[in-house]
T-cell receptor
Framework: GAVVSQHPSWVICKSGTSVKIECRSLDFQATTMFWYRQFPKQSLMLMATSNEGSKATYEQGVEKDKFLINHASLTLSTLTVTSAHPEDSSFYIC?????????????FGPGTRLTVT | EDQVTQSPEALRLQEGESSSLNCSYTVSGLRGLFWYRQDPGKGPEFLFTLYSAGEEKEKERLKATLTKKESFLHITAPKPEDSATYLCAAPTGKLIFGQGTELSVKP
């Protein structure tokens, strides 16, 4: 149980284009989802927190107009990187929390490798 | 300020050589302490939740314990496939992660 999927697992896009990453909780309802970014050999950096049906809360320094987050249902959140640039190349990981039994446990997706050329 | 600190940063073991990883925390109103395993190029894999001092959880060669100030992840007779980065984290609305311990087990 507690499986989180991400799609795609890797994506290459050209500078200036937008790319959407999906995060799904497969066997539980996720009242809260989180998006992280991770650089090589570094810890996970929280980008934003989203609750189903509400606007996402972004961490300080994260551009909300560049990283659009939508948590439209209890099983799906999307991250859209708009007008991507090479510096946006990174490993993006989502996580989900059910908010009910074992309310604080967070389960992570497998990650999406984004390369902007 | 809530804080989670892991040690050592890196640990090299021979196959079969048991050891422990440490996670010390100062978190007000602790709602659990999580352990994850992360392999290169993958998202963290959930291992354990510990809720109260004295609690222990086991999974294969791994055993996690919790005191009022720290948690230990004991690895008994590790194998090369146990090589990974092990993360501990405390939930405070969002997760506060330690820096991780990179474990390498050589055959």
């Amino acid at each position: 149980g507690a499986v989180v999927s991400q799609h795609p697992s890797w994506v290459i896009c050209k500078s200036g284009t937008s790319v959407k990453i999906e995060c799904r909780s497969l066997d539980f309802q996720a009242t809260t989802m989180f998006w992280y970014r991770q650089f090589p050999k570094q810890s996970l950096m929280l980008m934003a927190t989203s609750n189903e049906g509400s606007k996402a809360t972004y961490e300080q320094g994260v551009e909300k107009d560049k990283f659009l987050i939508n948590h439209a249902s209890l099983t799906l959140s999307t991250l859209t990187v708009t007008s991507a640039h090479p510096e946006d190349s990174s490993f993006y990981i989502c996580s989900a929390r059910s908010g009910t039994v074992r309310a604080y446990e967070q389960y992570f997706g497998p990650g999406t490798r984004l390369t902007v050329t | 300020e809530d804080q989670v600190t892991q040690s050592p940063e890196a640990l090299r073991l021979q196959e079969g050589e048991s050891s422990s990883l440490n996670c010390s925390y100062t978190v007000s109103g602790l709602r659990g302490l999580f352990w994850y395993r992360q392999d290169p190029g993958k998202g963290p894999e959930f291992l354990f939740t510990l809720y109260s001092a004295g609690e222990e959880k086991e999974k294969e060669r791994l055993k996690a314990t919790l005191t009022k100030k720290e948690s230990f992840l004991h690895i008994t007779a590790p194998k090369p496939e146990d090589s990974a980065t092990y993360l501990c984290a405390a939930p405070t609305g969002k997760l506060i992660f330690g820096q991780g311990t990179e474990l390498s087990v050589k055959p």
